[in-house]
């Protein structure tokens, strides 16, 4: 586990451009001084992301990013009942940020999360600067939900990997665009859509694919190597299941989301669940039914994408 003086070398290793990942209570993050064009441009490398898909800017206290972003009162409000947390907002950047331009990818906005995670929070408040994150994994691998997850997929390619146990929500943030009039659910994630609704009114989902502002949008986008087939009412006896309830009888092999139907539960195991049906002898995935309320409506996401067709090429996935 991590101690005081791990957190005062990743703090350095940030400050002297390096790539540290740490635990938030989403997902790991891949983290780089978010104000360092270099570390920025080195987090892309390290996913090996074809393209630069914009990052979100992780900070300890909101106040941090007051030369950085526009707040509107929207943005306030969410922000005072839902961080720190796992709410992701997307608001117009200041001309005179000193983050990266990287992180925007060309955008004229800027992703903004304040992280729950203490471990995050003690590392962000150490290294006095805001970190770029995005999910510590390859590009087009589920996010790693377990220190021994990201060394696995990122093995040297990162100086540091600070150790905070299993992620509690094990779902990335929300991504809310505040761009325009209408605020835009970019991201169904942690936090659950009906919390979000209580202050926003209806949330519009979204975008159409042709033009995504938020390219964790597209379709096949979360990949383990096996095909997967959502909404089983029964196994073939080559399949495995992912199992959400009474597992169905007669699969090869079993991994339970949540065998008492709690969604939350059924969140904090999905993606090792998937790393674990991820192996050669696994052929084909059925997926039992999972409901479309709370949690659920991120978990149908992430599934959706793991079961859509893979083109050829795999430019849309971070
Ligand atoms: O829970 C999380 O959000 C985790 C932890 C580490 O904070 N991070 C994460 O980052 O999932 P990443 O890079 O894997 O996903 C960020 C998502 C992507 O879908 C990206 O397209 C979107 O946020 N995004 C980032 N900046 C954006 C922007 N300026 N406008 C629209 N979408 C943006
Ligand atoms: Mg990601």
Redesign the pocket.
Known sequence: MTQQRDIERAARLLLDGKLVAFP?E??????GDATNDRAIASIYAAKGRPQF????V?AAEPQVLDKDVVWTPLAEALAARFWPG?L?L?LR?RANSAISLL???G?D???V?I?AHGLAQELLRTARRPLA?????RSGKV?PTTAAHVREELQDRVQLVLDGGPCA?G???S?V?L?QDQPRL??A??LTREALEAFTGPLTKGLDEAS??????LASHYAPGPPLRLNAASVDAEEALLAFGTPLPGAARTESLSETRDLTEAAARLFAALRRLDRPDVTAIAVMPIPEIGLGEAINDRLRRAAAPRPGDRQSQ?
């Not at 898909?53 to 979100?56: A, D, E, F, G, Y």
């Not at 995504?212 to 949008?217: A, L, Y």
């Open positions: 938030t989403t997902v790991y993050g891949l983290g898909n914009p990052l979100i992780h796992p992701t997307v950047r992180c925007s990818a955008l906005s800027l992703a999360r992280p994150a995005p999910s510590a994994n996010s929500l779902l990335e943030s991504v665009d761009m970019l991201r994630g942690g995504p502002r938020s390219p964790g949008q971070d």
